[in-house]
Nanobody, 119 residues
Framework: QVQLVESGGGLVQPGGSLRLSCAVS????????IGWYRRAPGKERELVAT???????TYADSVKGRFTISRDNAKSTVVLQMNTLAPEDTAVYYC?????????????WGQGTQVTVSS
């Protein structure tokens, strides 16, 4: 069993910054990869950034140069630093992970945190 809990969302003006955190907890599991996804109203959920256990990161083209993902294995926390935010970044942001527990592999998701970029 694994639990992902997001925090750090809120209202910010265009050009501003926010930092999202994802706390991971559970027992008897390992994570192959973890990342952030977002869903805007009326749109499909899309990948924002992912990071592997070793620290390798990937980003959506729309956020490259503005967002940074990092992982602290000791603290079981994944952070998404978002800079130069624009209204188009408004969405519910979800933390997701590919989890292995014994011989079972599954995807786990947090409940999301709202990010609103508006003047």
């Amino acid at each position: 069993q694994v639990q992902l809990v997001e925090s750090g969302g809120g209202l910010v003006q265009p050009g501003g910054s926010l930092r999202l955190s994802c706390a991971v907890s559970g027992r008897d599991f390992s994570i192959n990869a973890i990342g952030w996804y977002r869903r805007a109203p009326g749109k499909e959920r899309e990948l924002v950034a992912t990071i592997t256990t070793g620290g390798g990161a990937t980003y959506a083209d729309s956020v490259k140069g503005r967002f940074t993902i990092s992982r602290d294995n000791a603290k079981s926390t994944v952070v998404l630093q978002m800079n130069t935010l624009a209204p188009e970044d408004t969405a519910v942001y979800y933390c997701g992970a590919r989890v292995r527990s014994g011989v079972t592999i599954y995807d786990a998701w947090g409940q999301g945190t709202q990010v609103t970029v508006s003047s």
